[in-house]
């Protein structure tokens, strides 16, 4: 069987009305796999202006907002007319890229018809409570989660970290290695801008720590803001730049005085936004895999992550950054300071993690997942 044979029903619960890493890597998949023949269509929630344009042919599903982070939206499943659009597409893989309610039916409707599934995880959604005083809950999302993969023939998980972490969990034992890629025309230390950085008071001596992504609580917010508290305890020189728009963000300028925001960027904006940053900081322990991580790698930034999935199969601790595995603010500050401090080591460290970025081709990750799906329908034929 070759890719081309390939006929894929791909469901998510956010395929191009928010933008984030999950969403662009299932987009690049798609995009890939019609380059090599393959026929693919989408199942997700739409909105009438989605943040980008879709890869391959998108079925709206029905949804509602999420209480509380209304510019999220919760799928209702799958009503009869999209059940007969996936039969009349006649799927032979069945991929689902979130544990939504339209994923669970999907799910059964692939077993009812002996189609395989392949399963993808692209954050560890069993985290998230924590950020809000519900930590309790974790036990049992983790639970919920096993039952769902347990229903699918394969997982793929973005970094060897997760798919350990998975495998602890109980989740599966078949679960492959999805990685993701850095679009070097994009993201690459030449896109440094001291001019741009001197508008935003950024002098050429300063040096920048860097936050890229939503501004949701789960992404470590409260982490970031009371490491730069303890840096600035410590009299350790710098200046901070946060990149991206979120919900949270009137509490990030609130407990970040001083912070400069510069927004939402994308495209040759974030690479050049990115780049003109002097260190990495990325706190959170939800990523399975962290593209910003390996984006600011590529760019020459030396990192500082939580030792969690993700950056953990990113980060050569002590070689292209520091990993700090009890992620108190405290750690994170003694890990920092040095880079702003040393500009030999900053700059080592960030060059060796640009090369270690080149080794993150899109086409041949892209390639290991449709590999998976041949092997997943072929061992369903025997």
Not at 215 to 223: A, F, P, Q, S
Not at 260 to 266: H, L, N, R, S, Y
Not at 290 to 312: Q, R
């Amino acid at each position: 069987m070759q890719t081309s044979d390939l006929r894929i029903a791909l469901f998510s619960g956010n395929y191009n009305y928010v933008r984030d890493g999950a969403n662009q890597a299932l987009n690049r998949l798609v995009e890939y796999l019609l380059r090599q023949g393959a026929s693919v269509r989408v199942y997700a929630p739409t909105v009438d202006e989605p943040a980008f344009e879709p890869q391959g042919d998108l079925v709206s599903v029905p949804s509602v907002p999420i209480p509380g982070r209304s510019e999220f939206r919760f799928p209702l499943g799958l009503p009869k007319s999209v059940r007969d659009d996936i039969a009349n597409f006649d799927p032979n893989i069945i991929h689902v890229a979130s544990p939504d309610v339209s994923s669970h039916r999907a799910v059964s409707w692939a077993r009812e018809h002996d189609i395989p599934i392949l399963a993808s995880v692209h954050t560890r959604f069993e985290t998230y409570p924590r950020y809000y005083g519900l930590g309790f809950t974790e036990p049992w999302l983790e639970a919920i989660l096993r039952r769902f993969y347990h229903r699918c023939d394969g997982l793929v998980a973005p970094s060897e970290s997760q798919i350990e972490t998975l495998r602890e969990q109980g989740m599966h034992d078949d679960i492959s290695i999805w990685s993701r890629g850095v679009d070097r025309t994009v993201f690459a230390s030449q896109k440094r801008d001291l001019e741009w950085r001197r508008k935003l008071g950024i002098e050429d001596d300063d040096v920048a720590i860097v936050f890229l992504g939503r501004l949701v609580m789960e992404k470590g917010l409260d982490v970031f803001a009371e490491t730069i508290v303890q840096l600035r305890k410590k009299q350790v020189p710098h200046k901070v730049m946060v990149i991206g728009e979120g919900p949270a963000r009137k509490w990030f300028e609130k407990n970040l005085p001083g912070g400069i925001f510069v927004g939402f960027q994308t495209g040759p904006d974030l690479g050049r936004a990115l780049a003109s940053g002097d260190i990495f900081f990325n706190p959170s322990v939800t990523e399975t895999f962290g593209n910003v991580t390996l984006e600011a790698m590529a760019c020459g930034l030396p990192v500082v992550a939580a030792g969690a999935t993700g950056s953990s199969s990113l980060v050569n601790d002590g070689a292209t950054g520091r990993l700090v595995p009890h992620g108190s603010p405290e750690n994170f500050a003694e890990a920092i300071a040095p880079y702003c401090q040393d500009n030999a080591l900053r700059k080592e460290h960030g060059d060796a993690g640009e090369k270690r970025s080149l080794d993150f081709s899109w086409d041949a990750i892209n390639q290991a997942v449709a590999d998976t799906y041949v092997r997943l329908i072929e061992a369903r034929k025997t």
